[in-house]
């Protein structure tokens, strides 16, 4: 797909990809997610992505709201372990509108005292949610619990203690210290030309001061291997296993997509799937996922049944991972993943609000942004020996922490 980048005196880049559509779509992506907080702040990164639509130096709550649904937008953002994302999509002549009020909540906020406090009892209310919805817990605790000790293992969400005791002090220090100017991707997708996009991003965002990164994360450790289990006040048994993965920047990133793919990613007709749930009648939800980041990555397997079936259920997930290991995809196997990935890919290009996030997140991550030809090339050029080897490394039970919740009694 063609795009442009501009990228202004402060080092903010301007994302520019043409579409013929009448709608557009564009967000602002900043290189500062939960892991850049200390743990005694821990919520930080999400409590703020919350505020900022609450008041800024000339727009309250409302104005901030209806500035974009006035007009038939919509307007949304999230934070994640290394990234918080706020973007809008309208009809095309409200380009200035959206890249205006994107520049007042990021950089204009005031954080008022009593906007905190009921933005904080949101939050909190948001935790407990969570904390009832055991499909969800599990994957915080189990990241907590792979990543012992490192930030990334800490719920997004922070934890209610650390929650009630942030301020406006914590906030500001923590996007001087993070929302660093070259970090920073204002991303659009619409019918407008480079001289256009350009012109109206340079207008509300070349007068931002620059912040330039300096580079700060710690690579998590490798920890012990752990299984734990515990007993909860639930109906059904939730259970996850995984492993520290591949990063963004590791050779075999492309491979281990693939192979999750193939294993239980999309679709009903993952071999997980197939085998544990349609073969077996074991789990009613099962599903594989590969996370990159910056410096690691994360692969898990969740899967939901009935308390007395968990360990059957364990012992076929283990059983299927064996014969991968030890029965190497054959050419023409390996194909048929590669053309159902591939089309995959293809068919999540229709969702343009996702495309033009994932090309900001591209160009945070590595300077630049494949095409669908390069990414498919990158594809088509994973060997069954590549397959192999990470089939053998990723799925080695000896590398497998485990966490599982038992119904009471």
């Known amino acids: 797909m063609e795009y442009n980048v501009h990228t202004l005196p402060n080092g903010i880049r301007l994302l520019h990809v043409p579409s013929a559509s009448a709608i557009s779509h564009a967000c602002i992506i900043i290189n500062s997610g939960s892991r850049d907080e200390a743990e005694e702040k821990s919520g930080l990164a999400h409590f703020i992505e919350h505020l900022v639509f609450k008041r800024t130096e000339k727009r309250n709550t409302n104005q901030i709201l209806n500035r974009l649904e006035s007009v038939g937008a919509d307007l949304n953002a999230y934070t994640t372990k290394e990234y918080t994302c706020i973007h809008a999509s309208f009809l095309n002549p409200y380009l200035d509108r959206t890249l205006e009020l994107f520049n007042d909540i990021v950089f204009h906020s005031t954080f008022p005292d009593d906007e905190m406090e009921k933005e904080k009892s949101v939050i909190l209310d948001e935790i407990s949610s969570y904390l009832d919805q055991p499909e969800e817990a599990i994957c915080d605790d ?5 990543w012992a000790g490192h930030p990334l293992g800490r719920n997004i969400l922070g934890t209610t203690e650390s929650v009630t005791k942030l301020d406006k002090k914590d906030i500001l220090q923590f996007i001087k210290d993070n929302y660093h100017t070259d970090k920073i991707v204002v991303a659009v997708l619409g ?3 480079l001289n256009k996009v350009v012109k109206v991003g340079s207008k509300h965002y070349s007068d931002i001061p ?29 259970a996850m296993m995984g492993t520290q993965a591949y990063s963004l920047h590791h050779p075999y990133k492309t491979g281990l997509l693939l192979l999750n793919n193939l294993i239980g990613g999309t679709g009903m007709s993952s071999i997980l799937n197939l085998q544990i749930r349609e073969k077996y009648g074991i789990a009613y939800t099962i599903e594989t996922g590969y996370s990159p980041l910056s410096d690691t990555g994360i692969f898990t397997l969740y899967f939901g049944t009935d308390k007395e079936k968990v360990s059957r259920a364990w012992s076929l997930i283990l059983k299927e991972f064996k014969k991968i290991k030890d029965h190497p995809l054959t050419e023409v196997q390996l194909q048929k993943a590669k053309n159902k990935f591939i089309g995959q890919i293809a068919l999540g290009e229709e969702n343009r609000i996702g495309l033009i996030v994932a090309m900001a997140k591209s160009l945070i991550d590595y300077d630049k942004i494949d095409d669908l030809e390069t990414v498919f090339k990158k594809i088509q050029a994973v060997s069954t020996s590549d397959m192999a080897n990470i089939a053998n490394e990723i799925l080695d039970e000896s590398n497998l922490t485990s966490l599982t919740f038992y119904p009471l009694g």
């Open 210 to 238: 620059a912040n330039l990164h300096v580079l700060s994360r710690i690579p998590p450790a490798k920890n012990l291997v752990t299984s734990q289990s515990f007993q909860k006040p639930i109906q059904q048994a939730h």
């Open 191 to 193: 019918n407008y030309t």
């Open 142 to 146: 189990f990241e907590d619990q792979l």
